[in-house]
C-alpha cells in the first residue's frame, strides 16, 4: 500500500470513528449532603443575602434545599455585630442596611462570620481591601469576519491601587441581564490576571478590562454559524468591581475551573471535578462545609451604546 492509500485510508478510519458519538449518563455514586455557605457581602446599600443550603445531586436541577433556623452574623473587629434573619426564602438569611446605622464593607475593617446551623457552627473571616474607581467605559466596533457577525466590544478603564497584592472580581450585566455563565467569571490580581505580573497601580490591562464578564461569552449564531455580537447600537453596560481577598480570587478561578468544563474530546484533558477548597470552617473535626466568605467594598458605572457618539 503507498503513502497516499495509507492516508486516505487513515483519514476515512479517523471519520469514522469521530462520527460514532453516543449521549451517555453516568451513573454517578450518591454522596451525604453537606452544608454550602454563600457569604459574599458587599458595603451596597441593599439587602445582603447569606445563603445557607445544603449540596445536592450533580444533575438535579432543583434550587438546593436551604438549612431553616441557623443562626448568622457578622461581626467587625470594633465589636459591632450584623444579626441576618431568615427571609421567606429557607436558608436565606438577610441584612438590611437600611435599618441601621452601622456599615458593612469598609476599606481595611476585619470582619467575622459565625454561623450556627444544625448543631455545628461554622466561622470564618475576612479583610475587607479597597476597589479603584471606575474611570469610563468606552466601545470598540469590530465589522463583520470569517467567524463573528459585526459588533461593539466594551472596555472598562480602571487603575489599579497602589501596592501589591489587590484583588479584584469584574461584574457585568448587559441590558440588565447579569453575564452570569461560567466563562464570564472575571477576576484581576493588580492590573492583570496573576500573581507574579509587574502591573501594579496600572490601569487594567486589555484582556481584563475588555475580558469576558465585561463582553459576553462567544455564542453562535443558528443561521450563520458565526459568534454572535457583544454589544449592538442601543445596548447598554453596567459594570461592578468588587474588591477581594486574595483566598476568595482563588476560589473564584478555581471554581471557573471546575464548573466551565470544555466538554466533548477536550474533557479527557481537563482537570477532575473537585470540592474547591474553602475559607470556613466548621466547629466539628470531620465535619464538611463547601462554600465562601467575603466581604467586598464595591465601584460600579454604567453606560448606553450610542454608536454616533463612538469612534468606529
Given at each position: 500500500m503507498n503513502s497516499i492509500t495509507k492516508y486516505i485510508a487513515f483519514l476515512l478510519m479517523a471519520g469514522s470513528i469521530m462520527a460514532c458519538e453516543d449521549t451517555i449518563y453516568p451513573e454517578l455514586a450518591d454522596s451525604e449532603p453537606v452544608v454550602s455557605i454563600d457569604a459574599f457581602v458587599t458595603s451596597q446599600e441593599k439587602t445582603q443575602v447569606i445563603k445557607v443550603t445544603k449540596t445536592q445531586y450533580y444533575f438535579d436541577k432543583n434550587r438546593p434545599a436551604g438549612v431553616s433556623g441557623a443562626q448568622v452574623s457578622i461581626t467587625d473587629d470594633q465589636g459591632k455585630v450584623f444579626l441576618f434573619t431568615e427571609?421567606?426564602?429557607?436558608?436565606?438569611?438577610?441584612?438590611?442596611p437600611a435599618l441601621s446605622d452601622d456599615s458593612l464593607g469598609l476599606p481595611g475593617v476585619?470582619?467575622?462570620?459565625?454561623?450556627?446551623?444544625?448543631?455545628?457552627?461554622?466561622?470564618?473571616?475576612?479583610?475587607?481591601?479597597?476597589?479603584?474607581?471606575?474611570?469610563?467605559?468606552?466601545?470598540?466596533?469590530?465589522?463583520e469576519n470569517e467567524i463573528s457577525l459585526a459588533t461593539w466590544f466594551a472596555e472598562v478603564w480602571a487603575r489599579d491601587l497602589e501596592g501589591p497584592g489587590n484583588a479584584y472580581w469584574i461584574r457585568g450585566w448587559k441590558n440588565g441581564e447579569y453575564?452570569?455563565?461560567?466563562?464570564?467569571?472575571?477576576?484581576?490580581?493588580?492590573?492583570?490576571?496573576?500573581?507574579?505580573?509587574?502591573?501594579?497601580?496600572?490601569?487594567?490591562?486589555?484582556?481584563?478590562?475588555?475580558?469576558?464578564?465585561?463582553?459576553?461569552?462567544?455564542?453562535?449564531?443558528?443561521?450563520?454559524g458565526k459568534f454572535l455580537p457583544s454589544y449592538l447600537d442601543g445596548d447598554s453596560i453596567y459594570v461592578e468591581i468588587h474588591s477581594v481577598s486574595e483566598t476568595t480570587f482563588d476560589f473564584l478561578n478555581l471554581m471557573k475551573i471546575q464548573i466551565d468544563r470544555p466538554g466533548g474530546f477536550g474533557e479527557l484533558?481537563?482537570?477532575p471535578i473537585d470540592n474547591v477548597p474553602t475559607n470556613i470552617i466548621p466547629s466539628q473535626e470531620g465535619v464538611k462545609v463547601?462554600?465562601?466568605?467575603?466581604?467586598?467594598?464595591?465601584?460600579?458605572?454604567?453606560?448606553k451604546l450610542v454608536a454616533e457618539n463612538e469612534t468606529p
Open positions: 427571609s421567606n426564602t429557607d436558608g436565606w438569611y438577610e441584612w438590611d476585619e470582619y467575622s462570620l459565625s454561623i450556627l446551623a444544625e448543631g455545628i457552627e461554622y466561622t470564618s473571616t475576612s479583610i475587607t481591601q479597597g476597589v479603584p474607581k471606575i474611570d469610563s467605559i468606552t466601545f470598540n466596533f469590530e465589522p453575564l452570569s455563565k461560567p466563562a464570564e467569571i472575571l477576576t484581576a490580581y493588580d492590573a492583570g490576571f496573576s500573581r507574579g505580573s509587574e502591573v501594579d497601580g496600572l490601569i487594567f490591562i486589555t484582556p481584563v478590562r475588555s475580558g469576558t464578564g465585561i463582553n459576553l461569552s462567544s455564542d453562535e449564531d443558528p443561521d450563520t484533558f481537563a482537570t463547601v462554600g465562601c466568605f467575603n466581604v467586598s467594598t464595591v465601584s460600579s458605572f454604567g453606560k
